[in-house]
């Protein structure tokens, strides 16, 4: 028997110990089933579970949950991600809270009692790792995860690290890989590269100077630039202008002149320049800006960086910078800024402009400014020697199998944004200036030759054979971007290079489940990396889920203040509650779109599992019980064939919408069955029927009700695995048969379409009768008489066949055929008959009615007022996104609950 009281806490932990030790989720290739992989998108080895997780995490669940039940070989392969910029930032403050610094560029502070070396630190990485590496494994576990934990993967492992070398060797060897001085997102605290997806944009409060460059030979005029970033107008080497802008076409093909410094800037002509924006001209700082890097390449213009690696102006001894720059004026610019940190520099060029009259304007400006994720300072582009993958020939492999649909996208929309990114694709950026990660294997010699092997003594066997001797070589610094390790998971977990066993049965992986914002981060460079090395897609289908919000879709985030940490909704709700809650707001689609989670909903849920557990309770109290070759086939009572058919209804409903991907339908469908009509109608009918003296109903009833908890408990395993193992436990099915988890998906049966009608009419019936009362305020307590119209002879047997049904549940004390409607009656409409209520002996008709209209006025105010906001253009315009959804929302409720008011109204007659 079922404890009195649901306790998630009890049941999760101790269910989730036994299916771990037990091999429940153990993968077995050798079993002769249909392969079924999943490879986990990996957390990051620094992380702890956020709702992101746990949403990604639990659709994973559900799908290999659901395929293990239906038969397959299933694989959920976990693992981990070594985090390359985020752990070592971890580490070093660690390290430095205790007095100890690196022997890394600016990690060397004042204070630091011991620097460490490369090797020193990378000991003390492993160390943290091995303490406190496995905290977000730890928490999958507790959300339910059934990875297969015995394969569990590390990016920086042993058979990974070989992976990933082997890799970067190959493509260097095929000439897809290569070395190049280009821009890239630049941290100036973590001294590092980033990708792009390690970038945050924050709105920022700023100016736009509108900047007088004098024009060469032409004493007193000057064309004006605006800019965000004076700083880096050091290192303008050309002004661009719309080659059809009347203010500044005439221009073109003559010469500008940079203030403070005197460099001649060539005035060119270029579509970039938008005349609409800002003064029409822009100053083209090909080192310093994404954009302007293309602009001077088409314009062969000299890229002159004036930043150093800490964002600090660096003017003496820039070659580049000096080249070109009078004497005289690159003698006292490079006294007044060298040095200098680029917002004081901006500071000090400012306040020179305006001293010498070359400041036209300043206008307030609130403009994007990107940041590093980890250093928390603004980005800058920044031109440096990196390694790059030629990510544009990669690309053509995965862009044509998708074409060809050997890769599906779940929405398909996601294709289109596959294809848009794709055919776009610049080189990808793989090297990073940290010291945890793979470092790259490139060894070079003394004259700057470079030797890319598997290894050091591989490297100096190949630079003894380009010099006939032996000869020191020093390994490249760098380590190998996080995405590019990532990019191999899908066959490196499996084992390659070898040719293992799991690599052949289970690549392809069956479908890989991630976020939008990955997409191109992520998704592309595994397709990349999989058609290149195993010569196929590394999954069939992949589906794209949403954001997580707030209940008011904003997203989360600390400075809100309305971020929620799932580890306590685990605790508060229990595991299942949250995972149904997650699985009911996965509705498919477009990027950015919210999934909005309020902690109420989780507790709705929580309540959702208490009533599958009382009634669970209720059906044991009554001796529920399967008799050995019982046929379900065999059952009479209508109430019996109903409720088998609407199992049978929604086991396919749930089975179909898992296998599109739509867990939203499928948590709906079993929410509908399970709380409507298991819990309250099918319980309630069968209430009379535990009651009375018929021992062959009885039997039947106990026999169906086992077979119904049976069958609903393996529906909902996948979404809520710990009350239903519980639940199934204790009706004494693994004594029989083992654990649910191992358990076959349910057959649907046929449907009987005439107790589906009978019982669907009956239930109509008490829910109208119900609410019909309930909208015009009849007490509860009060039994009335029903009054029947115009009732064909299906529907007076029906009443008769569901007297004592229709008398309990709907509260009425007798049934009258064909009589009079009654004056001030309640009557409701279903099918051909019309059914009255006398209840103009309980509530006050008159003042009901005034109510009512008095309800409906406000309403209709409500609604006039929303119109009118969302009928004003600033409204629009300025309003967040979600602040309009809402006023739309609540417009629509307004509606609803208007619409129902005036059928109440409509309802009592006399």
């Known amino acids: 028997m079922l404890d009195k009281t649901y306790d ?111 090797d020193e630190f990378l000991a003390r990485v492993w160390e943290w790792k091995a303490e406190s590496g496995g905290t977000i494994t730890r928490q999958l576990r507790r959300l339910g995860a059934s990875c297969d934990w015995r394969r569990e993967r590390f990016t920086m492992d042993e058979g990974l690290s070989h992976a990933v070398l082997k890799v970067f060797v190959d493509l260097y060897k095929q000439g897809l890989l290569y070395k190049d001085k280009r821009l890239v997102n630049w941290d100036p605290k973590m001294l590092t590269a980033i990708s792009d997806l390690e970038v945050e944009s924050h709105e920022v409060k700023g100016s736009l100077w509108y900047i007088r460059y004098p024009i060469e030979g032409d004493e007193g005029r000057y064309i004006v630039v605006a800019t965000t970033r004076p700083e880096t107008m050091l290192g303008d080497t050309a002004i661009a202008v719309h080659p059809d802008d009347p203010t500044w076409k005439h221009l073109i093909g003559r010469h500008a002149v ?42 062969n213009l000299r890229a002159v960086s004036v930043l150093d690696k800490f964002a600090r102006m660096l003017l003496r001894d820039n070659a580049d910078f000096l080249e070109g720059l009078p004497s005289e004026a690159a003698a006292g610019v490079v006294q007044a800024y060298h040095g200098l940190d680029r917002f004081e520099a901006r500071k000090r060029l400012v306040a020179e402009l305006e001293a010498s009259g070359l400041i036209e304007k300043i206008e307030p400006h609130t403009h994007s400014v990107p940041y590093g994720d980890r250093g928390g300072v603004p980005i800058e582009p920044f031109l440096t020697e990196q390694w790059y993958v030629n990510a544009k020939e990669l690309a053509k492999a995965p862009i044509e199998a998708v074409r060809k649909g050997d890769v599906a996208f779940v929405p398909a929309r996601g294709k289109d944004d596959f294809f848009r990114w794709m055919e776009d694709i610049q080189p990808w950026c793989v090297s990073r200036q940290l010291w945890w990660g793979h470092q790259i294997p490139a060894w070079y010699d003394a004259q700057g030759n470079v030797f890319v092997e598997l290894s050091e003594a591989e490297a100096k066997a190949a630079a003894r054979a380009r010099h006939g001797r032996d000869v020191p070589l020093t390994r490249d610094p760098d380590v190998l971007d996080t995405w590019f390790s990532s990019a191999l998971w899908p066959f490196s977990t499996l084992g390659w290079p070898e040719q293992t066993r799991e690599l052949e049965h289970y690549y392809p992986t069956n479908v890989l489940v991630t976020g939008w914002d990955i997409l191109f981060f992520w998704v592309a460079r595994m397709m990349m990396m999989g058609m290149h090395f195993m ?139 399970v709380w409507g009509t298991l819990c309250d109608w099918y319980v309630e009918f069968t209430k009379p029927i535990f009651q009375g003296a018929d021992a062959m109903a009885i039997a039947e009833t106990r026999a169906v009700t086992g077979i119904v908890l049976r069958d609903t408990v393996k529906l909902l395993h996948p979404i809520m ?98 009589g009079a409607l009654p004056s001030g009656s309640l009557q409701v409409v279903v099918g051909e008959a019309t059914y009255a209520l006398p209840v103009g002996a309980v509530i006050d008709l008159a003042a009901e009615r005034a109510r009512l209209d008095k309800e409906i006025r406000k309403l209709e105010g409500e609604v006039s007022k929303i119109d009118a906001k969302l009928g004003n253009a600033q409204f629009l315009a300025r309003a967040p996104e979600e602040v309009v959804e809402e006023q739309r929302e609540r417009r629509e409720e307004a509606l609803s609950v208007a619409a129902r008011l005036r059928q109440a109204t409509a309802r009592l007659a006399g």
């Open 258 to 299: 940079l203030p403070v410094a005197g460099r001649r800037l060539p005035i060119v002509a270029d579509t970039y320049s938008d005349p609409e924006k800002g003064s029409g001209a822009v100053k083209i700082t090909p080192a310093h800006d994404f954009n302007d890097f293309e602009v001077g390449r088409r314009h």
């Open 721 to 818: 695995p710990f009350i239903t193992e519980e639940i199934w436990d204790t009706l004494g099915h693994r004594a029989e048969s083992g654990a649910l988890i191992g358990q076959p998906w349910p057959g649907t049966a046929a449907l009987d379409e005439a107790a589906g009608s009978e019982m669907g009419w009956l239930v109509k019936l008490i829910t109208d009768i119900r609410s019909a009362r309930s909208e015009v305020n009849v007490p509860a307590g009060a039994r009335l008489r029903l009054v029947v119209r115009d009732a064909d002879a299906t529907t007076q047997a029906r009443l008769e066949a569901h007297r004592s049904a229709l008398q309990l549940l709907a509260r009425i004390n007798g049934i009258e055929l064909d």
């Open 8 to 118: 998630p806490k009890d049941i999760e932990a101790r269910r989730y110990a036994e299916w771990e030790q037990s091999g429940a989720f153990d993968c077995k290739p050798e079993s002769g089933k249909p392969p079924y992989c999943i490879v986990i998108p990996p957390p990051n080895v620094t992380g702890s579970l956020h709702l992101g997780h746990a949403l990604d995490n639990t659709l994973q669940d559900v799908l290999i949950r659901w395929r293990r039940m239906k038969g397959d070989d299933a694989l959920w392969q976990p693992g981990t991600d070594h985090a390359g910029i985020a752990t070592q930032m971890v580490v070093t403050r660690q390290l430095e809270a205790k007095g100890i610094g690196l022997a890394l560029g600016q990690a060397a502070k004042e204070g630091n009692q011991k620097l460490l070396s490369r």
């Open 535 to 673: 010569k196929d897609v590394p999954f069939r289908t992949v589906y794209l889920h949403g954001l997580i919000t707030d209940e008011k879709g904003q997203k989360m985030s600390k400075s809100k203040g309305n971020i929620i940490d799932p580890l306590d909704l685990i605790d508060k709700y229990g595991a299942d509650a949250l995972r149904f809650t997650l699985a009911a707001i996965a509705v498919q689609g477009r990027p950015g779109q919210p999934m909005k989670l309020a902690p109420a909903r989780v507790e709705g849920y929580r309540n959702f599992a208490t009533k599958l557990w009382n009634a669970t309770r209720f059906s044991q109290m009554n001796g529920v019980a399967i008799p050995a070759g019982f046929d379900p086939a065999t059952a009479t009572l209508t109430v019996n064939r109903w409720i088998l058919g609407e199992l049978a209804r929604c086991a396919a409903t749930v089975d179909k919408a898992i296998a599109e991907f739509r867990f939203n339908d499928a948590a709906s469908a079993l929410y509908a069955f």
